[in-house]
């Protein structure tokens, strides 16, 4: 009898605890819950975090987060006002603002992360779909900065003027896209679009209008340094023959006062003694105008023969 008592007392103490244990539950900070009882929503959501009790067994806790969640856009391809083909990456915050409305609309954050992918990437379409290009890539119609080389070798188109902007844009994805989940139990908080790029076809010709830019600019380069390089060089010819007429004008100039000055040389010697001069001359130009080898034959009335005779 005592084994039994045991036992009996061993499985109410456990059916007890098991009974406790289904009974209590913990809601965190960060979460607030949803109770269902046979899979029906029963009371009112729970958003205060304590230790709570529900009906063992028969009820069910749902916890939602109540932070903010990210929703994280595909990127679509998207035909813009004026007829341009882009890829647009976007993501957007959100939150749960009525747990029970969520639960029984959404159920859960997939079911919600795939409602929102149809609302907010259809209010993107819808939104590009009525603007132009210039809209969602500006935001405002400040002067566009241009690199130093660019400005000074190229003159940049005047930059379209900018209607609405992307912030503009994004307010009005926004906007729409709340009035869409007033019903759900959810709230957007932000919307923005994370990145916008071109078609490959388009992006193609975008990368080619670059490079003919930039072949462009640097032909404009190699013309300007050729065009420099011919100024150099006829400055240094140029200069070149200056230096060398000065240079020749003061050789002659030099040459000229240096054969003047001989020439007084010359003729004051001369003048001093004549017959001495005469001699010299005589005496240099036979120097000049025989070797050891040579015969000479004078004549008795010779100028040179005079010298040698009367040299003896």
């Known amino acids: 009898m005592t084994q039994i008592r045991i036992a009996i007392i061993a499985v109410v103490v456990l059916f007890a605890i098991v009974t406790l244990s289904s009974s209590l539950y913990v809601v965190r900070e960060t979460e607030q819950v949803v109770i269902t009882q046979f899979g029906k929503p029963v009371g009112k959501p729970i958003t205060t975090p304590g230790l709570k009790m529900k009906t063992p067994f028969v009820q069910n806790i749902h916890a939602f987060e109540k932070r903010f969640l990210e929703w994280d856009g595909n990127p679509n391809q998207i035909p813009t006002k004026d007829?341009?083909?882009?890829?647009?990456?976007?993501?957007?915050?959100?939150?749960?603002?009525?747990?029970?409305?969520?639960?029984?609309?959404?159920?859960?954050?997939?079911?919600?992360?795939?409602?929102?992918?149809?609302?907010?990437?259809?209010?993107?379409?819808?939104?590009?779909?009525?603007?132009?290009?210039?809209?969602?890539?500006?935001?405002?119609?400040?002067?566009?900065?241009?690199?130093?080389?660019?400005?000074?070798?190229?003159?940049?188109?005047?930059?379209?003027?900018?209607?609405?902007?992307?912030?503009?844009?994004?307010?009005?994805?926004?906007?729409?896209?709340?009035?869409?989940?007033?019903?759900?139990?959810?709230?957007?908080?932000?919307?923005?679009?994370?990145?916008?790029?071109?078609?490959?076809?388009?992006?193609?010709?975008?990368?080619?209008?670059?490079?003919?830019?930039?072949?462009?600019?640097?032909?404009?380069?190699?013309?300007?340094?050729?065009?420099?390089?011919?100024?150099?060089?006829?400055?240094?010819?140029?200069?070149?023959r200056v230096i060398e007429s000065e240079a020749y004008r003061k050789a002659q100039e030099i040459r000229g006062k240096a054969d003047a000055a001989a020439a007084d040389i010359y003729a004051s010697a001369y003048n001093r003694d004549p017959e001495f001069y005469r001699f010299l001359k005589t005496m240099g130009t036979l120097e000049k105008s025989f070797d050891a080898d040579t015969v000479m034959v004078l004549s008795t009335d010779g100028e040179m023969l005079k010298y040698l005779g009367s040299s003896k």
């Not at 859960?108 to 819808?126: F, H, V």
């Not at 994805?173 to 916008?196: P, Y």
């Open 83 to 240: 007829k341009r083909f882009i890829w647009v990456d976007s993501y957007a915050r959100w939150r749960i603002t009525d747990p029970l409305l969520f639960f029984q609309r959404l159920h859960d954050e997939r079911g919600a992360q795939s409602r929102l992918d149809d609302i907010l990437d259809g209010e993107t379409r819808n939104t590009i779909a009525k603007h132009e290009l210039i809209d969602l890539v500006r935001s405002t119609n400040r002067p566009m900065v241009v690199a130093d080389d660019v400005a000074e070798l190229s003159q940049p188109e005047a930059a379209e003027r900018v209607e609405f902007g992307r912030d503009k844009l994004t307010a009005e994805v926004l906007k729409n896209a709340q009035r869409r989940t007033v019903d759900l139990g959810i709230e957007i908080l932000d919307f923005r679009v994370k990145q916008i790029n071109y078609v490959d076809a388009v992006r193609q010709e975008v990368y080619a209008r670059m490079i003919s830019e930039r072949k462009r600019i640097a032909e404009r380069y190699r013309s300007e340094g050729a065009g420099e390089a011919a100024r150099i060089a006829g400055e240094r010819e140029r200069e070149l």
